[in-house]
């Protein structure tokens, strides 16, 4: 592929912080989100990026935000509202950049989950319950729930987070801010699946990040995007397995065919497989906001 991956951000003179996917620059009252085009697998950064990717969830972020009836971070996609270096390349960072508020951010992610999958369906299928909350018997594998479920989780800086239950929310926030959040968390989910679905995705199960600024709750960080939820073709849609998505399913399901033991440095993704989740991750994109993408 002669697109290249963009793994690394670099704005002298400000505070960085880097996660899997976003570098994030402190100026002060402001923050800068990087998305790059990082791609994780089974906790591990892989050594190969999917091109544009970061482009993918910052336009489907900007998308959200401007959709959903919620109070966010975002105030601009313009990187000149900040007072870059001159040496910065800005074309590098078109498309991938957010100018956010910067918030004092709840240690609590929220994760709304609408249809029984993944670890949920592992946990089920171990205890009868999906993070706590017992279910009826007899569920099916992507079955959808009769409401969605709540299940917060406490945010690791390495490996996986730890799914807690909502009276362990409760004590870390209090119970007035955990009520709010959950309430919150399942209104967005409910008004984002119901959108996406009439465009032919389902969401199946999402997570939520949000912070305070004046008193205030925000939505902030990425939503409802391939990253931090799971999307399946409504059309494909067919209870009692796993579902086809929108997602690194093919760089996970390439990995599970190599020797590569997981906690050893992972191997360099081939091209094809770049190729594939890259489509997939634009075939998202172009579906849900019902337009070309920019960097095709």
Known sequence: MSKQAFLQSNIPGYPVKQGKVRDIYDFGDRLLFIATDRISAFDWVLPTGIPDKGRVLTKLSE????????????????????????????????????????????????????????????DYNNSGAVCGISLADGLEESEKFPEPLFTPA????????????????????????????????????????????????????????????NGEIILIDEVLTPDSSRFWPVELYSPGQGQPSFDKQFVRDWLETTDWDK??????????????????????????AEEEFPWK
Request: charged share 30%; glycine share 6%; aromatic share 8%.
């Open 154 to 213: 406490t945010k690791a800086e390495e490996g996986h987070d730890m799914n807690i239950p909502f009276e362990e929310m409760c004590k870390i926030l209090g119970e007035e801010t955990s009520v709010k959040l959950r309430d919150l968390s399942q209104q967005i989910y409910q008004q984002g699946s119901e959108f996406a679905r009439e465009k032919g995705i389902i969401i199946a199960d999402t997570k939520f990040e949000f912070g305070q600024l």
């Open 263 to 288: 906690n050893s440095e992972p191997p360099e993704l081939p091209e094809d497989i770049v190729s594939q989740t890259r489509a997939k991750y634009i075939e998202a994109y172009e579906i849900l």
């Open 63 to 122: 998308m959200w935000f401007n959709r959903l009836d919620v109070n966010h971070h975002l105030i601009s996609m313009d990187v000149d509202d900040l007072p870059l270096p001159p040496e910065v390349n800005r074309e590098e960072l078109a498309g991938r950049s957010m100018v956010v508020k910067k918030t004092e951010v709840f240690p609590v992610e929220c994760v709304v989950r609408g249809y029984i999958s993944g670890s949920g369906w592992k």
